[in-house]
T-cell receptor, first 115, second 114 residues
């Protein structure tokens, strides 16, 4: 169990640029989640995948945000035309289904700063 | 919709003091309840969980009991250490659609002084 891995750890970008983050879940986990966390707040759900299918998206996920999990393994989260309000920690988590859903295992996050 | 409310922080305690962090929830159905901890510079780690009413979750000296009648899941520890300084998040599992997703409270910062 190597844990959930996120890359990069930090990203600084200028307003209007596009950014892409990557998440590698725990290998046997079929569910993958993206959350956003701003300073002093708890994580807020953005979207989740079961295998390669994106099954739910939050209203927080504007049209500028897109997530993929093409082969049911790693996932990417892209933000187009970034805005200063997008500055946050983006967290990825994974879990498995089956008898008794496993709890979510989180990565260390990608901190995005939009200048 | 479902929600979680935690006590405001920061909570500042001396080493070996007793800790309580309050958590209450609003939910339809019977969610599972969780406490996660986030140490500085790290991701969230599961601390403990309870899946049904009257269950007690425990780990590393921390405990929380699922109280359906008061819709609460308060975190307690009998004697805190400096190394317990972190942000603690209470969460519940969303019962709609069997997604497994969690809904989090806003977090409570704990500072333990030697």
């Amino acid at each position: 169990d190597t844990g959930v891995s996120q890359d990069p750890r930090h990203k600084i970008t200028k307003r209007g640029q596009n950014v892409t983050f990557r998440c590698d879940p725990i290998s046997e986990h079929n569910r993958l989640y993206w959350y956003r966390q701003t300073l002093g707040q708890g994580p807020e759900f953005l979207t989740y995948f079961q295998n390669e299918a994106q099954l739910e998206k939050s209203r927080l996920l504007s049209d500028r945000f897109s997530a993929e999990r093409p082969k049911g393994s790693f996932s990417t989260l892209e933000i187009q035309r970034t805005e200063q309000g997008d500055s946050a920690m983006y967290l990825c988590a994974s879990s498995s289904t089956g008898v008794g859903n496993s709890p979510l295992h989180f990565g260390n996050g990608t901190r995005l700063t939009v200048t | 919709g479902d929600s979680v409310t935690q006590m405001e922080g920061p909570v500042t305690l001396s080493e070996e003091a007793f800790l309580t962090i309050n958590c209450t929830y609003t939910a339809t159905g019977y969610p599972s309840l969780f406490w996660y901890v986030q140490y500085p510079g790290e991701g969230l780690q599961l601390l403990l969980k309870a899946t049904k009413a009257d269950d007690k979750g425990s780990n590393k000296g921390f405990e929380a009991t699922y109280r359906k009648e008061t819709t609460s899941f308060h975190l307690e520890k009998g004697s805190v250490q400096v190394s317990d300084s972190a942000v603690y998040f209470c969460a519940l599992s969303d019962q709609s659609g069997n997604t497994g997703k969690l809904i989090f409270g806003q977090g409570t910062t704990l500072q333990v002084k030697p």
